[in-house]
Every structure is written in C-alpha cells, then in structure tokens.
C-alpha cells in the first residue's frame, strides 16, 4: 500500500532553514508528481509546493516563493523541501502528497515551529 513517511520537522528561530524529507513507497515513485501541503489549526490545507515526475518542472505558492525549493531523488523515492529564510507565519504541519491510483494519499504530517 501506498505509504508517505515525512521527517525533519521542528522548532527554528526566525530567518533559519529546515529541510523536510518524505519517504514514498508502495506505487511507482517516478511517475508521480508530488506535493508538499502545510495546514495550521482553523484554516484549510494549502499547497505548498508541487514537483513533477520528473523532478524538471516545480511551482511553488507565492507566500514561499524564493525562499523554499522542492526537490526529488527518484534512485531514492523521496522528496524534500528545503525551507529557508523561515519567518513564524510558516508554522504548520507539513505533508507529503501524491495523487495515485484515482485518490489522494497522505502523510502523517511533520511540525514546523518558527519562533520570532
């Protein structure tokens, strides 16, 4: 089964750099884009970052832009967000996402906690 395990979440102060790291297993990794998501309690899901299958198109959303970067190793099955120049408006639970098999899977979400 279709399996999505984040890591590398925790507590920065503002302005440093964490970088998260999903493992995927259980479906065909490199021919799955993949996603990055954040939520904070009270507010919907959003999308963070998306990488294609390939690892050669990336999009970002505008609050993230410059300072994150999505990236894939397809020898590894597993995809990163390098997150820098964090401010505490990036604190949420991140997840790891991919749409495969006609449904959306999940990880268990990993924390990130700016301080200011």
Do not use: H
């Amino acid at each position: 089964q279709v399996q999505l395990v984040e890591s590398g979440g925790g507590l920065v102060q503002f302005g440093g750099s964490l970088r998260l790291s999903c493992a995927a297993s259980g479906f065909t990794f490199s021919r799955n884009a993949m996603r990055w998501y954040r939520q904070t309690p009270g507010k919907e899901r959003e999308l963070v970052a998306t990488i294609s299958s390939t690892g050669g198109n990336t999009n970002y959303a505008d609050s993230v832009k410059g300072r994150f970067t999505i990236s894939r190793d397809n020898a590894k099955n597993t995809v990163s967000l390098q997150m820098n120049s964090l401010k505490p408006e990036d604190t949420a639970v991140y997840y790891c996402n991919v749409f495969t098999a006609w449904r959306d899977y999940w990880g268990k979400g990993t924390l990130v906690t700016v301080s200011s």
